[in-house]
């Protein structure tokens, strides 16, 4: 099994910046966080796909945050990151770390591993 943990979140105002935080651990072998990525879910809202990176350094965005959003990975701590900038009220939601040795389940359903989420909430 696979354990992620966000951290990072918290109320900012519209414009400003937030960076996340994700960290893997248990069976990190054989690829199991080859990507990794972020999904988020708003409130009264489906969950939607945001950024994702592979282990190679590959990213991947929804068109609502690029440009935006910048996400990286520190494969030596098992660690992804979100930068966002230029935050809106739309960006308010919960946001949850996903892995997955699969590049396409993470961008277009989710991998088979989740974290708990962190709050962002944008006031505007």
Request: glycine share 12%.
């Amino acid at each position: 099994q696979v354990q992620l943990v966000e951290s990072g979140g918290g109320l900012v105002q519209v414009g400003e910046s937030l960076r996340l935080s994700c960290a893997a651990s248990g069976n990190v072998d054989n690829n199991n966080i080859n990507a990794m990525g972020w999904y988020r879910q708003a409130l009264g809202s489906q969950r939607e796909f945001v950024a994702a990176i592979t282990t190679a350094g590959s990213t991947h965005y929804a068109n609502s945050v690029t440009g935006r959003f910048t996400i990286s990975r520190d494969n030596t701590k098992n660690t992804t990151y979100l930068q966002m900038r230029g935050l809106m009220p739309e960006d308010t939601a919960i946001y949850y770390c996903n892995a997955d040795r699969s590049l396409v389940r993470v961008v277009r359903i989710g991998g088979d591993y989740w974290g708990q989420g962190t709050q962002v909430t944008v006031s505007s």
